[in-house]
């Protein structure tokens, strides 16, 4: 139990220690070209896209699947600030380890549900884009996007309100 604890706190110290001074993390800067399409792409393929915080995990009495119900905070798509959103995602998702833990923030793109109420994160791991928090639990509006560039895979620290108002371009 204390490596699987290991493992899933690396990704949070590796995002900490590697993104520097505060200032970075909240200035309001143009998007990139890699980064304004990584969104576009994302927010082509979601029906619903919000911000917000796990409230509640439970396994459904079936096994089949897992729901996740998220506090929103800031939506963008077939959602409401305040609302409580219920996901539903297959349990076969879950079988190597926890997607999501109690308290944690994600800006989520989300597919349609479908003909069993059952949705995931737009292209894996991609639509799942954590929000930042600094020391003390503030809440950092700021998401971390991967994108591909010629060198490889790039991590941009993006404002929300800088991708919320690429999203809304995005349905114009």
């Known amino acids: 139990m204390l490596g699987r604890r290991f493992?899933?706190?690396?990704?949070?110290?590796?995002?900490?220690?590697?993104?520097?001074?505060?200032?970075?993390?909240?200035?309001?800067?143009p998007l990139s070209e890699a980064?304004?399409?990584?969104?576009?792409?994302?927010?082509?393929?979601?029906?619903?896209?919000f911000s917000g915080q796990v409230v509640s995990i439970a396994m459904e009495p079936d096994g089949n699947a897992v729901s996740i119900r998220f506090r929103?905070?800031?939506?963008?798509?077939?959602?409401?600030?305040?609302q409580i959103v219920?996901?539903?995602?297959?349990a076969g998702m879950w079988a190597l380890a926890p997607r999501y833990r109690l308290g944690q923030r994600f800006l989520l793109f989300l597919y349609p549900p479908s003909r069993l109420g059952l949705t995931s994160?737009?292209?894996?791991?991609?639509g799942r884009l954590p929000v930042l928090l600094r020391g003390g639990g503030q809440l950092v509006p700021a998401v971390l996007i991967r994108s591909a560039s010629p060198t490889g895979e790039?991590?941009?620290?993006?404002?929300?309100?800088?991708?919320?108002?690429?999203?809304?371009?995005?349905?114009?």
């Open 7 to 29: 493992v899933f706190s690396l990704p949070l110290l590796f995002l900490s220690a590697s993104l520097g001074a505060e200032s970075r993390l909240t200035r309001d800067l």
């Open 35 to 49: 980064v304004t399409r990584e969104v576009r792409e994302l927010s082509r393929h979601a029906s619903t896209i």
């Open 86 to 90: 219920e996901v539903r995602e297959w």
């Open 72 to 82: 929103v905070e800031a939506a963008m798509r077939d959602a409401n600030a305040g």
């Open 121 to 126: 994160p737009v292209l894996g791991e991609r």
């Open 154 to 172: 790039r991590r941009t620290v993006v404002s929300l309100g800088t991708v919320a108002r690429q999203i809304a371009r995005e349905k114009e």
